[in-house]
């Protein structure tokens, strides 16, 4: 579906690289068929030296006749990008995975016709290993879906739900990736603490957590009774996970998605 397909990437910071680098590693998509941008010129020199594609500060040029549009702005600059982006000719489907900015929107400033959908992926996309969740917006179809599967499957896994969860799954898969490095700097200082050197911890803890995470997707049991596997009666384990019950990790976990789920619904007020 994407053979032919001109695609505009409007913002080509962290996460609008990692969608060109993917579609561009896909093989689904050449070089040629991308135009993004950036803000400024000395990133967007940047972008197209790094990725071969063209990359400039002309967001309407790089709109005129794209058959997608990919917006990847920050949400405080989706109004003004969206703007600059001009109108005329057919309308492209737009794809945008600004946290926080809902479709209802986009479709205010496209028109109201316009197909949009949102779509919200993570930092891992960068390696293959990503979660992208998309969601439609009034006048988009299962065929759009279909399209921005085929842009994230490179990517990582993708799933569809309904707009409404789109601020909890930023709180959850988006934000996620950084709660999770702080859980693995912290479980490595443990290990520093009885003194392994810090890269041996280091390596120790993320594999572990490769592992864990691989066991809860491959098994498809509930990660409880995977615990419940780990901890021996009045073994080791189990009295670590009392120390962390001392410290309500649960809860500080819980709402730790719960806040960054609420200030991601705040993010484009
Ligand atoms: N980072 C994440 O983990 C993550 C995950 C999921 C979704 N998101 C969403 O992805 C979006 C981008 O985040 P990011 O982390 O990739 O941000 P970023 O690294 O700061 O990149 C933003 C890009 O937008 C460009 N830009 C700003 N205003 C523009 C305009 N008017 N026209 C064209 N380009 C413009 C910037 O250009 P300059 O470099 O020249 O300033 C930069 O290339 C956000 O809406 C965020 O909510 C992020």
Redesign the pocket.
Known sequence: MLANKHIAI???????RTIASGLLKSGRVKPKQIRA????K???EKVAAELSVTCT?A?AEAAAGADLVIL????K??A??VE?LGRGGRRPLVLS?????STGFLESLFGDDTAVLRA????PCLIGKGMTVLAKGSHATDAHIALATEIFAPLGRVLELEEKHMDTV?GLS?SG?AFVYIIIEALADGGVMRGLPRSVATTLVAQMTLGAAEMVLTTGRHPAALKDDVTTPAGCTIAGILALEDGRIRSVLARGVETAARVAGE?GK
């Open positions: 409007i913002g080509s910071g962290t996460m609008g941008t950036a803000r400024t000395a990133s967007a500060t967001n990847c702005v920050k949400p600059d989706i003004k990008a600059s995975i600004a946290a926080g900015i919200m992926p993570n930092t930023t988006a990736p993010l």
